[in-house]
């Protein structure tokens, strides 16, 4: 019989993957109070913007002024590509930083116009920078079951990936099934050998809930020992360059799965249904996630 973690940490991920993809421009305003309700339901960990070039992802352009005005309560992380987006984000006083890169070279040059080994050599360095100055790098792998241009991708390589990271000393690994084509079988093998050959560094997985298998796969990535997960309130976002990619798995929906199964997390569920509740009218389509919509019927 397995056993699964008591506790797990939910890296919420909305303000950043979820709004990316949005086409409406949502104020920051509306954005930072956002994170600031999300913040105080209960979560430590958020991705609450990214410094990528504007051009690339317009919604993410006000990231300097995000940073001046975000409670700094917990972890907040922000994305950084390159160089230049590192030297942004330290300026504007951020302190953990999420590099991202894909296993499918395809998708990296979609997303990053670099090959998969340029992202990686372009940002040893960085990585081997933040460490000396003591901040948390926290290494993104996408597509690191399937690809939206090249298809299903070798459990090696994924692990050879995550490896060069693991090598470079960071903090966390957090490796996504960034088209949501991951099923339980693949996420407990692909999270039990990550846990078995990095046992000294933080695991998360994280899923998008494109084919709906997000929850199964989070309980799948559980019983290999997963204690941590990125989701995203309202089950918002995807990635602008992984065609047909919908949201994360909704924090709100994952937290009933944990709560039903005696897991804690330090996270009112009724908090999150609230903050979503305030962003809703902001965006481009409704959020139809099964926690929300039960929150709704019960406060007609
Ligand atoms: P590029 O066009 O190759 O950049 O884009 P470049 O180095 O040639 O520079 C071109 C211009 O951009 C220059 O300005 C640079 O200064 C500027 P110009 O001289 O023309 O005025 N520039 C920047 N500006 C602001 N911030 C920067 C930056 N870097 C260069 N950091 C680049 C390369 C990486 C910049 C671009 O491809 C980019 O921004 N991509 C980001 C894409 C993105 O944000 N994707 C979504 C996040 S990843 C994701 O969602 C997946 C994840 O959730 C996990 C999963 O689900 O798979 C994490
Ligand atoms: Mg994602």
Redesign the pocket.
């Known amino acids: 019989m397995y056993s699964l973690p008591k506790n797990v940490t939910l890296i919420e991920?909305g303000p950043?993957?979820g709004l990316?993809n949005e086409k409406n421009s949502i104020p920051t305003d509306q954005k930072l109070a956002f994170i600031h309700s999300l913040q105080q339901a209960g979560i430590h960990e958020m991705e609450v913007t990214?410094?990528?070039?504007?051009?690339?992802?317009p919604q993410?352009s006000d990231s300097k002024e995000i940073m001046a005005r975000v409670s700094k309560q917990g972890r907040q992380i922000v994305?950084?590509?390159?160089a230049?987006?590192v030297e942004?984000a330290l300026k504007a006083g951020a302190d953990s930083m999420?590099v991202?890169v894909?296993v499918s070279d395809t998708f990296n040059q979609h997303?990053?116009?670099?090959s998969t080994t340029e992202s990686v050599e372009t940002l040893r360095p960085i990585v081997h920078q933040l460490k000396i100055d003591q901040r948390f790098v926290r290494a993104?792998?996408?597509?690191?079951f399937h690809c939206p241009y090249e298809g299903f991708i070798p459990l090696e390589q994924t692990l050879a990936l995550c490896k060069k990271f693991v090598d470079m000393g960071v903090d966390e690994l957090?490796v996504?099934?960034?088209d949501g084509m991951a099923n339980p079988l693949a996420s407990y093998t692909l999270f039990r050998e990550l846990k078995k050959q990095f046992p000294n560094i933080l695991i998360t997985a994280?899923f998008?809930d494109t084919r709906k298998l997000g929850l199964a796969n989070i309980y799948a990535s559980l019983q290999a020992g997963v204690d941590r997960f990125?989701t995203s309130a309202g089950g918002l976002?995807?990635?602008?360059?992984?065609p047909g990619?919908t949201g994360?798995v909704a924090t709100e929906d994952a937290l009933y799965l944990l709560q039903s199964i005696n897991v804690e997390t330090g996270i009112d569920l009724d908090k999150i249904c609230a903050a979503v509740d305030e962003v809703a009218p902001y965006l481009s389509r409704p959020i139809e996630t099964a926690m929300y919509n039960l929150y709704k019927r019960r406060s007609k």
Do not use: E, Y
């Open positions: 991920v950043r993957d990316q990214s410094f990528v070039s504007p051009k690339w992802v993410m994305l950084t590509p390159n230049r987006g942004n999420a991202f894909g997303n990053i116009n670099r993104c792998i996408s597509t690191a957090s996504a099934d960034t994280h998008h990125d976002g995807g990635c602008p360059f992984a990619a994360n």
